[in-house]
Nanobody
Framework: QVQLVESGGGLVQAGGSLNLSCTAS?????????MAWFRQAPGKPRELVASITGARDSLYADSVQGRFTISRDNAQNTVHLQMNNLKPEDTAIYYC????????????WGRGTRVTVST
């Protein structure tokens, strides 16, 4: 059973930065898994914002391209999301998860970490 624990969220002014972390405890062969960050804003469905393969190839949603950077530390079973130039529309709860070939989440969700961007 893999347990996902996200951290690093908080309250930040527009234009600021945050670095989120997610640790996948109990994951075997983590280095081979494709991982992603999702977010869910109030009243909206959860959306995938960034993904990274085991080979460290990354993809981003248009809304965060050029502002967010996803990275991974396989030795620590951890995925990071560096978020720069934050905007109020980035306000959401952020989650990480393993994704399959259809870019759908595989593991049970963690509690997420809340990001609030003020004007």
């Amino acid at each position: 059973q893999v347990q996902l624990v996200e951290s690093g969220g908080g309250l930040v002014q527009a234009g600021g930065s945050l670095n989120l972390s997610c640790t996948a405890s109990g994951a075997i062969f983590f280095r081979l898994t494709d991982m992603a960050w999702f977010r869910q804003a109030p009243g909206k469905p959860r959306e995938l914002v960034a993904s990274i393969t085991g080979a460290r190839d990354s993809l981003y949603a248009d809304s965060v391209q050029g502002r967010f950077t996803i990275s991974r530390d396989n030795a620590q079973n951890t995925v990071h999301l560096q978020m720069n130039n934050l905007k109020p529309e980035d306000t959401a709860i952020y989650y990480c998860n393993r994704i399959n070939s259809e870019r759908l989440a595989v593991w049970s969700w963690g509690r997420g970490t809340r990001v609030t961007v003020s004007t």
